[in-house]
């Protein structure tokens, strides 16, 4: 199972961002997936989460800015990261609870991490 990332890059203060996760290999069903991230210096932290159902958690701070959405038949979560701020800068790494085919529990898996930049 491999989760691969994309979407991050160079933004201005204020730009918009919109990152995906897409997750493959032999998977039998997928429980929450989400977002974090962590600032060069800093621990990794919560961005947002979703569940199967479309419940979303986000970290308080971002509320308001940021969107997580899925895409079940895709494998797929999104992150949509609007009025973004120079603070907003890290590495964004998704995260996921697969069960993979022939295993009887969820896993925890994680992506390779994409940087996003906020600087004018």
């Known amino acids: 199972v491999q989760l691969q990332a994309a979407g991050g890059g160079l933004v201005q203060p204020g730009g918009s961002l919109r990152l995906s996760c897409a997750a493959s290999?032999?998977?039998?069903?997928?429980?929450?997936m989400g977002w974090y991230r962590q600032a060069p210096g800093k621990q990794r932290e919560l961005v947002a989460t979703i569940t199967s159902g479309g419940s979303t958690n986000y970290a308080d701070s971002l509320k308001g800015r940021f969107t997580i959405s899925r895409d079940n038949a895709k494998n797929t979560v999104y992150l949509q990261m609007n009025s973004l701020k120079p603070e907003d800068a890290a590495v964004y790494y998704c995260n996921a609870y697969i069960r993979v085919r022939g295993v009887s529990v969820y896993e925890d898996y994680w992506g390779q991490g994409t940087l996003v930049t906020v600087s004018s």
């Open positions: 290999g032999s998977i039998f069903s997928i429980n929450a």
